[in-house]
């Protein structure tokens, strides 16, 4: 089946730049997603990119995908107090439905 | 005007009850789904409705049991209840059944069974 990892956890200081890594195993997947969960709340979609671009840009947010390497990246620029929460990577495979696979989920803490 | 609404926010019951936990999305939307996060925030898709027809049940014990009355309900029925069940579990919609359409989660039941 389907394998998504993280590393569980990450702190950084307030206005440097995060890095959190994701790396799968299916090689069917089409969509990759990044959520975040805040304390005590669901999970809300960040950013996705489609499996046929390497990089997507929005705003702070900065994904790199290595399609070859199955790892996907997420750095946050200028990172701020109100970024700590759990993010999670997530993929969808080529199915034909949404069946979302999540990965384990860093916590970042952003140290002020 | 809460897109994804889940009742009720925490729920504490004894092994062996039956509990239900209700889902409402005034999205519009066509796709509900269930999820069960762990205490090691681990998260799992549970079951999958594109209206009202289940899509996906992936291996989820016979003592749950999704309902979905029309196309805004998504409701899980859990029987028997277990230790093991104690979790959050987050509802989630989606307009459409692809692959790139967001999925709008709900705030979450925190379900713990003494």
């Known amino acids: 089946g389907e394998d998504v990892e993280q590393s569980l956890f990450l702190s950084v200081r307030e206005g440097d730049s995060s890095v959190i890594n994701c790396t799968y195993t299916?090689?069917?997947?089409?969509?990759l997603y990044w959520y975040k969960q805040e304390p005590g709340a669901g999970l809300q979609l960040l950013t996705y990119i489609f499996s046929n671009m390497d990089m997507k840009q929005d705003q702070r947010l900065t994904v790199l995908l290595n399609k070859k390497d199955k790892h996907l990246s997420l750095r946050i620029a200028d990172t701020q107090t109100g970024d700590s929460a759990i993010y999670f990577c997530a993929e969808t495979d080529s199915g034909g439905y949404q069946k979302v696979t999540f990965g384990t989920g860093t916590k970042l803490q952003v140290i002020p | 005007d809460t897109a994804v609404s889940q009742t009720p926010k925490y729920l504490v019951t004894q092994m062996g009850n039956d509990k239900s936990i209700k889902c409402e999305q005034n999205l519009g939307h066509d796709t509900m789904y269930w999820y069960k996060q762990d205490s090691k925030k681990f998260l799992k898709i549970m079951f999958s409705?594109?209206?009202?027809?289940?899509?996906i049940n992936e291996t989820v014990p016979n003592r749950f049991s999704p309902k979905s009355p029309d196309k805004a309900h998504l409701n899980l029925h859990i029987n028997s209840l277990e230790l093991g069940d104690s979790a959050v579990y987050f509802c989630?919609?989606?307009?459409?059944?692809?692959?790139?359409?967001?999925?709008?989660f709900g705030p979450g039941t925190r379900l713990t069974v003494t």
């Open positions: 299916d090689s069917s997947s089409t969509y």
């Open positions: 409705y594109n209206n009202k027809e289940l899509i």
């Open positions: 989630a919609s989606s307009q459409e059944y692809s692959q790139k359409d967001e999925q709008y």
